[in-house]
């Protein structure tokens, strides 16, 4: 037997005509797999809140010219190897670099690292991209 359910939702016109517009550039094949996908998030957000195992990535671009932001940057993944799954260090130019860190651990282990990569002087940008691990999400 599956383990579909149906149920109906009930929206005001507007807002339907405007989901189905969203679906439509976003390539869904139909509401239910919109819905599905817009449910999963909201449940991402809270294992997020909750302080629950999760998985993503940092992403970093700084000026590998700077004195002493490498070594700070890998003392850093150095103080925090348990969250660290992998890194990857990219050469985009002369001055430029781009470096990926896989984190897999609790939600509030990778913000703090994060936050302390991205204040480090001499980060042009960062950016936090967090996920679900994947448990519990049907």
């Given amino acids: 037997m599956s383990n579909l359910v149906r149920f109906g939702v009930s929206l005001d016109k507007d807002l339907l005509e405007k989901f189905d517009a969203l679906i439509k550039n976003k390539n869904y094949d139909n509401r239910s797999e919109a819905f599905r996908d817009l449910i999963r998030q909201e449940l991402v957000k809270e294992e997020w809140d909750t302080n629950t195992e999760i998985a993503g990535a940092i992403t970093l671009i700084y000026d590998h010219h700077r004195r ?4 700070k940057v890998t003392d850093m993944q150095h103080d925090f ?9 990219v050469h985009l130019d002369h001055s430029n670099c781009l470096e990926i860190i896989a984190v897999r651990g609790k939600a509030q282990d990778v913000r ?5 990569l991205k204040a480090i002087k001499g980060v042009k940008h960062g950016i936090l991209s967090m996920s679900s691990t994947g448990k519990g999400m049907g």
């Fill in 112 to 116: 703090e690292l994060a936050d302390l």
């Fill in 68 to 71: 002493e932001l490498m070594n």
């Fill in 81 to 89: 190897q348990k969250v660290i799954i992998s890194t990857q260090h």
